[in-house]
Structures are given as structure tokens and as C-alpha cells.
């Protein structure tokens, strides 16, 4: 017989981590900036008693456990209080990301067969023309104030402020196994239909504990965190419920997130840690190169975490040196919850030059508990942890996907257990990743591997770049050789030999671009990543000068 512990078996569940924010931290600030203008302030407490009352507007609509609640929304206190009592009431939380086709919105909405459509105003026109096609939702709500309801014609249109006022203030939550699925993403599927990626109430605890982690994210009470990072996107990193579970200050900039409007927003509420993909960042950098009177280190900004796209050196530098703020960089992906690895120094590095600092920081980080970490071959042969030997990585533990909604894709887990990323990488000695590429946009010349992420990052180092891209274009001799594409930088002029001479001092000769041209801007994801598809296709019959 085995002997088991004798410690008590209470469920991870979602509700908790609310229950403790609003009993231990019940006043800390909680602002959203609005949709329909404004800046909106409630508290932990008063994000409990939305979510209470959620739960019970479920029921009333008839949403029972298990049934996917679909949301149309950015960062707000009304989003926020869905994530608790949505979950809570065991329901699940179907964040849709706006961005998307609306064939893709039509697609996933119906897949996930979401019983309740909450959307915030801005995606009233987007809604009415969906509506037609969306088979199983009953209710839609506008989460909107009664002054600012849409007028438009889809059925059961509701209000929530009038939803949720009609509501009682508690609300037991109910208790059940921790596995059970709490909240659902779908990727982006640049190739192919969105896949459904389904947390459960145990992957979602677990992970949160460890972003407290001071060698992680190390979330805390202190901290007056702007959560960048959409909602709609991997559950923001897992923010919202780590935060919860510390009491965090949150500052959410609903669909603010100009230049401009994050700067503003930073001051004002004096945000000491903010999360965000690059593309965020270079919007702030290009409205503070158009302002140079304006101080980034007064913000007294300490942390970014970065992550969803590599870092490049260009960026890292800019946050260290005129912010005074340390980079926190991340690798994951929404199959993993999100967080896989995370940068921080080690003691040993505190000798280092700043150089050899810089080049440690530059990897997109070391495993975390929780993550296994594997590197193999084309062959499936695994490959070691040296720094140079490059595989697809695949990663297995408590928060990574083990399939996909309804099957999806078929089984995307190797016999071990562990999940195929679709990345390729390196891991140094250390068990630093380095991420070379996802598999599907690595360029084969010659049959060796040139890391565009390298490429990209060294030319978002010439003063005159604001971003970079490279792809691969079909070459006679090399099978493919790289093509760069530049956007300069606002009032910079720049031609292709100035960056071909800069290249030359940062990258393998090899690797040099076979060509470089200009464009006004790149076109990005749904969840702001270089969109490479559409670069392949629109530079398909480019003619390099070598070929
Ligand atoms: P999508 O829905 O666009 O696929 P994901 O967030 O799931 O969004 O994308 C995950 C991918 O993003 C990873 O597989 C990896 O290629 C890329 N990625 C994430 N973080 C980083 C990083 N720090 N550096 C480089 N690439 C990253």
C-alpha cells in the first residue's frame, strides 16, 4: 500500500486568487482607462464584487460549468472581473482576439460554441456583422454604461452596467476539480485554422506562483504593474491572476496604446513594471524620438517585460540606458500558458564586462520550474546544451498544452510527453535558450541555418533603423539567401551600403543579406509579430543582385 501525505487536498481554483486580492488587499487601485473615454478607478475589492456578480448573471443567462463565455475586449477593471468570475462560477473564459480576420472571429467563435458574446463598444460594427453567423450565441452584452450602449441590431442585446447592477453583491463560489478547463485562446494560425488552447483551473494557479518569483517576473504588492500585454493574448502572460495573488496595483490602457497614451498613462499613475510585445515598445520609442524633451528616466519606470518577439539589442540598450529600467525578457508561447523561460542574471555573471553581459541578457532566458526543456534533430536525436548545437525545441510540465480544443491538429506531444514548439534553438551550459527561429521562417543557405532573429536584431542597431525583417529568397546556387527589409527611422536617411557596412561588424559573412530595400512599414500579426507570410509573398519574385 502506498503511504500517502496526510496534508489536505484543496482544489487550485481561480476563485481563490480573487477571494485573497479583495480580503488582503482589498483597497489597492485597480485603473482602466475606457473605451468610451476616461480613466476608470475601482480596487481588488471592487473587482470581486464585479465578479461575484458575473457569476450570477451567468446563471440568470443559463451559461453552465463548462460552457465557453466568449469576450471581444481590451484591458480593462470589466475584462479583469471576467477573468475571476467567469472561471470562478466554472464557466470558461474565451478571451477572442480582436485583431483577427472576421472570418477568423466567425471561425473561433462557433468552434468554441460560446453561449454569451461580452464586447466592449469599439467592437459594436464588428459584432452586428458577425452576429448573422455566430450559431450558438444566445446573449450578446455591450460592456458599456447605459449612455454609451451601441445601437446596433443583433439579438439580445444587453448593458452591463444594467446586467451586473441587477445582481447580488456575493457569490459562492462552487468547488470542483482543479482540472477542470477555465479559460480558452485560440493562436493566431498564420497557417491554417486558429487552434483552441484550453488552461485549466490547476495550470493557471501553478503557473501564476511561479511569475511571483523574483527570478521570474517576480510580481509583488509593491509594484504598480501597466498591463500592455492584451488580455485577448495568452490571458496577459498570466498577470491579471498573479497579481491577484499579491495584491498587485494594475494599470490596464484599455485600447489606448499609442505612443502617446502609454507615455501618459505611465506618468500619471506612476507605473514601476509594464508588459508588452516590442511592437508597444518601438511605438513608445517613435513618440519619445519625436519628443526629445521629454525624460524617459522621470517616468521612474524600474522593469519591462518583453517577450512574444526576441529583444533586440537596440531596444534592451534604449530601456537600460535612458529609462534606467531593466529588461525582463520571456519566451513562451500561448500553448504554454504563456511564460517558458525567463532572463535574469545569475550571481556569477556580476564580474562580467558589459559586453558579455549584454550577450547573456540577449537570450530569451532559462527554464523556470515547472519547464522541461528538449532540443532534437531533424532526426529527433536530442542535442546538448553547448550553445551552438541548434534544435526544434520542445518543452513539457503542469502549464503546457497537451493537445488542442476537440482534438484539433491531432497530438502535438512527442513520446516523452513533450510539446513540439515549432521553434528551433540553442540551450548554452547554463540552460540559457537562444532562440534561432520558428522552424517555418528559418532561411536555408546552402543547407546551414541563418538565425534571422540575429540578422533583424543587429540592423535594429543602426541609429537610422526603426525595424527590420529578413526573409529568404529562392536563390540558383544557394537554394535561398536572406533579403533584408528596412523601415528607417522617422527624419533618418539611409541607404543599403551604410547597412551592409554595419552588418559586416555584427554578423557571419555568410549571413550578410544578398540585398536590402526600404518600406514605410512591415506588416504584423494579430499579435504583433512580423507577419513573414505576407513578406515571403509580397518579395516572391524579388531578383537578388547575386543571383
Ligand atoms: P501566436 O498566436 O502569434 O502564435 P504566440 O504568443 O503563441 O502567438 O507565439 C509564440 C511564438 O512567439 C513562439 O513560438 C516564438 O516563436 C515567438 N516568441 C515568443 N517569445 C519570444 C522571444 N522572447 N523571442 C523570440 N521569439 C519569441
Redesign the pocket.
Known sequence: MPLYGLMQDRPLLISSLIEHAARFHPDVDIVSRLPEGGTHRTTWAGIRRDACRIAHALKQLGVGEGERVGTLAWNSHRHLSMYFGVSGAGSVLHTVNPRLFAEQIEYIVNHAEDQVLFFDITFAPLVEKLAPKLKTVRSYVAMSSREHMPAIDVPQLLCWDELLDAQPDEFTWPEFDERLASSLCY????TGNPKGVLYSHRSTVLHSLMELAPDTFGLNSAETVMLIVPMF??NAWGTPYAAAMVGTRLVLPGPHLDGKSVHELMAQEKVTFSQGVPTVWLMLFQYLDAHPELDPKALGLKRVG??????SRAMLERFEQQFGAEVV???????TS?IGVVSKLLPRHAGLDEEALTQVKLK??RGVWGVDLKLVDDAGEVQRWDGVSRGHLRVRGPWIASGYFKGEGGSPIDEDGFFS???VATIDPDGYLQ?VD?AKDVIKSGGEWISS?DVENAAMGHPAVAEAAIIGVAHPKWQERPLLIVVPRAGHVVDRASILDFLAARVAKWWLPDDVVFVSELPH???G?LLKTKLREQFRHHVLPTA
Open positions: 493562436t493566431s494560425g498564420t493574448h495568452a518583453i517577450g512574444g518577439a526576441a529583444v525578457q520571456g519566451w513562451g508561447m500561448t500553448e504563456p530569451q532566458g514548439t515549432g521553434d532562440l520558428r532573429i500579426t494579430a499579435t509579430k
